[in-house]
């Protein structure tokens, strides 16, 4: 009897346990709801002032202590130089040497949804609100594709820098293929590296079925429709010659508004060998018209660093306090209440 006490006393204490923890993350969980409607953040980096910097690092650590106060003595000397002339500017009314030209770096690495499009939107709608003429875009894009409206969206917001006539480029180091291609070519420039993954125009839809399997069970399927063609192909359903063939119509259909898409671009393609489905390496690529230059986005920048203002843009969803604070305690939660059960165990099942 004592042992049954205890056991049930030890029981009552731990469902309490559980019920207030399980309470307190549902109570935090929804408190982690509300604020995913807050608004995000532009993160923005000034990427010239990083290049300076690393430069920087390493001259100092080359040099020797003479050679870094000479150094010193040339740098003071100069800048001395530069403000006189621009106060001598100022005080007649002559123009001042303009500032650099801007190039905004954003990046897009592309899951099968697309579900970056959302932030791509907002880091080109920031940048449509201050860039100039003289500005440019370069997009460090890694995708291998996906779905055709969520790629479709994505071009088409890379599309908005071209009608406000600001110069695109993409740099594809590890992959641009199907849709992330759709995406590429919208640029005035494309490089990419010489090992990088291009091309795939193409379009692909696979399709389980498991008809056979039900009926060898015994199982029946039945599935309503109004619209002869409001289901082409089913997982479970008997495919029909009809609808299978209906199916690879409009297959056929994507694939010729993505080739239209990709030729009104890049009119100099052969789409008649480039449209076939494969992709090819960078070199290759080249040779095809697929991109503009062999190059990764490091030398492209570095190769920029000198006569532009680098600003590196992005667009992140701030994680609250309370989204933060429920993560980690149901991850706690987790862990204690398996300790428990296991110290005196208790297993389910």
Same mark, same amino acid.
């Given at each position: 009897?004592?042992?049954?006490?205890?056991?049930?006393?030890?029981?009552?204490?731990? #469902?309490?346990?559980?019920?207030?923890?399980?309470?307190?993350?549902?109570?935090? $969980?929804?408190?982690?709801?509300? /604020? /995913?409607?807050?608004?995000?953040?532009?993160?923005?980096?000034?990427?010239?002032?990083?290049?300076?910097? =690393?430069?920087?690092?390493? %001259?100092?650590?080359?040099?020797?202590? +003479?050679?870094?106060?000479?150094?010193?003595?040339?740098?003071?000397?100069?800048?001395?130089?530069?403000?006189?002339?621009?106060?001598?500017?100022?005080?007649?009314?002559?123009? %001042?040497?303009?500032?650099?030209?801007?190039?905004?770096?954003?990046?897009?690495?592309?899951?099968?949804?697309? &579900?970056?499009?959302? *932030?791509?939107?907002?880091?080109?709608?920031? %940048?449509?609100?201050?860039?100039?003429?003289?500005?440019?875009?370069?997009? @460090?894009?890694?995708?291998?594709?996906?779905?055709?409206?969520?790629?479709?969206?994505?071009?088409?917001?890379? +599309?908005?820098? @071209?009608?406000?006539?600001?110069?695109? =480029?993409?740099?594809?180091?590890?992959?641009? $293929?199907?849709?992330?291609?759709?995406? $590429?070519?919208?640029?005035?420039?494309?490089?990419? $590296?010489?090992?990088?993954?291009?091309? *795939? #125009?193409?379009?692909?839809?696979?399709?389980?079925?498991?008809?056979?399997?039900?009926?060898?069970?015994?199982?029946?399927?039945?599935?309503?429709?109004?619209?002869?063609?409001? @289901?082409?192909?089913?997982?479970?359903?008997?495919?029909?010659?009809?609808?299978?063939?209906?199916?690879?119509?409009?297959?056929?259909?994507?694939?010729?508004?993505? &080739?239209?898409?990709?030729?009104?671009? @890049?009119?100099?393609?052969?789409?008649?060998?480039?449209?076939?489905?494969?992709?090819?390496?960078?070199? =290759?690529?080249?040779?095809?018209?697929?991109?503009?230059?062999?190059?990764?986005?490091? +030398?492209?920048?570095?190769?920029?660093?000198?006569?532009?203002?680098?600003?590196?843009? &992005?667009?992140?969803?701030?994680?609250?306090?309370?989204?933060?604070? *429920?993560?980690?305690?149901?991850?706690?939660?987790? *862990?204690?209440?398996?300790?428990?059960? /296991?110290?005196?165990? #208790?297993?389910?099942?």
């Amino acid at each position: 009897m004592e042992f049954l006490y205890d056991y049930g006393l030890f029981l009552a204490k731990t #469902i309490t346990f559980v019920l207030a923890v399980i309470a307190i993350v549902i109570t935090i $969980a929804g408190a982690a709801v509300k /604020q /995913q409607h807050k608004k995000g953040e532009l993160d923005i980096v000034d990427l010239s002032e990083q290049f300076l910097e =690393t430069e920087e690092d390493i %001259i100092y650590a080359l040099l020797t202590k +003479d050679e870094l106060k000479e150094k010193e003595k040339k740098e003071k000397k100069l800048a001395k130089e530069k403000a006189k002339a621009e106060k001598k500017a100022t005080k007649n009314n002559e123009a %001042i040497t303009p500032s650099k030209s801007h190039i905004f770096v954003i990046d897009f690495n592309g899951s099968i949804d697309a &579900k970056e499009v959302s *932030s791509l939107r907002e880091e080109i709608s920031a %940048i449509l609100c201050v860039a100039k003429k003289e500005d440019q875009v370069f997009l @460090r894009l890694e995708s291998g594709g996906g779905m055709v409206h969520g790629y479709g969206l994505a071009s088409s917001q890379l +599309d908005r820098l @071209r009608h406000h006539d600001i110069n695109l =480029t993409v740099s594809v180091d590890k992959v641009a $293929a199907s849709g992330g291609y759709m995406m $590429a070519c919208v640029a005035n420039t494309i490089i990419a $590296a010489p090992f990088a993954i291009l091309g *795939s #125009i193409g379009v692909i839809a696979q399709v389980p079925n498991f008809n056979k399997l039900l009926k060898k069970n015994d199982i029946e399927f039945e599935q309503f429709t109004a619209g002869e063609f409001k @289901r082409t192909v089913t997982m479970f359903g008997e495919n029909t010659e009809k609808g299978k063939a209906k199916f690879v119509e409009e297959l056929e259909e994507t694939h010729v508004l993505f &080739k239209d898409f990709v030729t009104e671009r @890049r009119p100099s393609l052969d789409m008649t060998q480039v449209a076939t489905g494969e992709h090819w390496f960078g070199t =290759t690529a080249l040779t095809l018209g697929l991109i503009d230059t062999i190059q990764t986005s490091d +030398d492209y920048l570095q190769s920029k660093a000198k006569n532009h203002k680098i600003i590196a843009i &992005k667009y992140e969803l701030k994680k609250g306090f309370a989204e933060k604070f *429920s993560k980690a305690a149901s991850l706690s939660a987790e *862990s204690f209440i398996g300790k428990l059960l /296991q110290r005196n165990r #208790i297993f389910p099942g």
